[in-house]
């Protein structure tokens, strides 16, 4: 076990299974990432005048 600390938080992490001290949920659908460039032409649609 690896522990690390940040800001007075410590968590410990396993390197063999990647266990990291810290729940999380995965069970959920996984969302649509917008890339930069389709977020930039998103903006600049918006945004003519």
Not at 18 to 37: L, N
Request: glycine fraction near 10%.
């Amino acid at each position: 076990m690896t522990t690390f600390a940040l800001g007075g938080a410590e968590t410990s992490s396993c390197p063999e299974c990647g266990y990291a001290g810290v729940e999380a949920d995965h069970s959920g659908e996984p969302q649509h990432v917008e890339s930069w460039e389709k977020a930039l032409e998103r903006f600049e649609e918006a945004n003519q005048k």
